[in-house]
């Protein structure tokens, strides 16, 4: 149902009595009425504001970017997107007062197109294609050692972020194969700028969990009638060859890019839609993160392992959200002697990441029944990629840090976000820079 449909229906049983109330004397038991009814259709509009951003998660309902965006129900194509720019302001000075020599940065983070098709009521293809950083310049970053072997890094990059067919013959089952989203935390699943509370992602969804991510694999999903919805996929497994002690396992993803398959992973993530506008989700991640040629004298088969829960509440202009993540990864040592690691660098054993976050839109305080939104909010975030370092290693306590933003979104509609914000950083070193991000995020 449209939002003008809804309001509608809402809205025509107040008119009779609003009409009353001013042709006779008001007694007091009918403008208490009135005034429940006005708040009845508050809080319609601002759930609808709200589901209009966010529809459903990923796993609720087949389809995953357009289809999901349009509602598309019938045959035929589908086409959205978002996209979104910051600019990052960095303080002069560090936490510890020495010079932090960083350079202030505006970038149009992501531009992002949907491209969906329903080929019948039970099938369909959905797509994201992604250009980072404005796309993939003639220029690149390039890093050379003292051998003379070198790196170079472009300016930005051009990917194919999921690309699946989902054959849904009930609301309960459905099989889902090709390039996926990995469904572990709020974030991976749904990053749209207008639904992410914040400017930036939190820490414990890009350094932890290694937010976009996504393999090749196949799986199935469904909801149930009970309120529980469900996904659990077998993809492919990440390369533990660019794990580091900075990124933990970030670098490891694979993508679907010729990407190794010697050895799998697997998925599997469990909702519940509870009363009072509560979903509560855990997830569970186990991959095999060796994919190459046996190395010389060991067996090598480092694993990974994720287990996440979170939380979500959303009700009367309130979006809250906590989130934990711990990851651990067997044979860190055997894999770091591999990786020719040493000291402060050789690979965490464990990482984790946490945060709470909340917004509340304060604009139905000054202009009840308005589509737009102004919303204050608040994020506490703590991670280590380095939670335990087998010796002979050490752990870099640079990698332990905290942070703290606080900042203001404007919503003139649903899919446009405007942020601004203060990000206060701390690690155990005194090494944390804070800054100020400005962001300017759409989605249609």
Not at 132 to 153: H, M, Q, R, W
Not at 254 to 262: D, F, V
């Amino acid at each position: 149902m449209t939002r003008a449909a809804v309001v509608a229906v809402v809205a025509l049983p107040l008119l009779f009595p609003f009409h009353s109330a001013l042709a006779a004397p008001a007694d007091s038991a009918r403008v208490e009425e009135l005034e429940r009814k006005v708040d009845a259709l508050t809080e319609e509009l601002d759930r609808i504001r709200f589901e209009g951003a966010a529809a459903d998660s990923h796993a609720s309902r087949p389809g995953s970017g357009a289809t999901r965006v349009s509602g598309l129900t019938r045959e035929g194509v589908s086409i959205g997107g978002y996209g979104e720019m910051t600019l990052n302001a960095f303080d002069r000075r560090r936490q510890d007062r020495a010079l932090a020599n960083l350079s202030n940065r505006v970038d149009l983070v992501r531009a992002v197109l949907y491209v969906g098709y329903r080929f019948t009521d039970q099938i369909l293809f959905d797509s994201e294609l992604e250009w980072e950083s404005a796309g993939v310049l003639d220029e690149a970053a390039v890093e050379v050692d003292s051998a003379g072997a070198g790196t170079a890094e472009l300016s930005g990059e051009a990917s194919v972020e999921f690309a699946h067919l989902d054959w849904t013959p009930s609301d309960a089952f459905g099989v889902r194969a090709g390039k996926l989203l990995v469904p572990v935390g709020l974030t991976n699943e749904m990053h749209e700028p207008p639904i992410v509370i914040g400017a930036l992602r939190p820490d414990a969804e890009t350094r932890v969990i290694p937010s976009t991510w996504s393999e090749a694999g196949a799986g199935v999903f469904g909801r149930l009638a009970s309120g529980f919805s469900y996904r659990a996929y077998v993809m492919e497994g990440l390369d533990g060859q660019h794990f580091s002690a900075e990124t933990a396992i970030r670098e490891g993803r694979q993508g679907g890019s010729n990407a190794l398959a010697t050895r799998p992973a697997g998925v599997v993530r469990l909702e519940y839609a509870g009363p009072h506008a509560i979903t509560f989700g855990a997830s569970y991640y186990a991959g095999h993160a060796w994919q190459r040629e046996q190395p010389a004298g060991m067996r090598l088969d480092p694993v990974v392992r994720l287990s996440e829960i979170d939380a979500r509440l959303r009700s009367r202009g309130l979006d809250a959200r906590a989130l934990y993540v711990r990851g651990t990864l067997s044979q860190s040592s055997d894999l770091s002697d591999q990786l020719g690691l040493t000291g402060p660098k050789r690979l965490g054993d464990a990482f984790f990441g946490g945060y709470v976050e909340a917004r509340y839109d304060v604009l139905p305080a000054f202009r009840r029944g308005s589509s737009a939104a102004l919303l204050p909010y608040a994020r506490y975030e703590e991670s280590d990629t380095q939670d335990g370092v087998a010796l002979p290693g050490s752990e870099d306590p640079e990698h332990h840090g905290t942070a703290l933003t606080l900042g203001l979104a404007f919503e003139p509609v649903s899919r446009i976000a405007l942020k601004a914000e203060r990000q206060i950083r701390r690690n155990e070193t005194h090494t944390g820079t804070n800054q100020w991000n400005l962001a300017m995020g759409w989605m249609y």
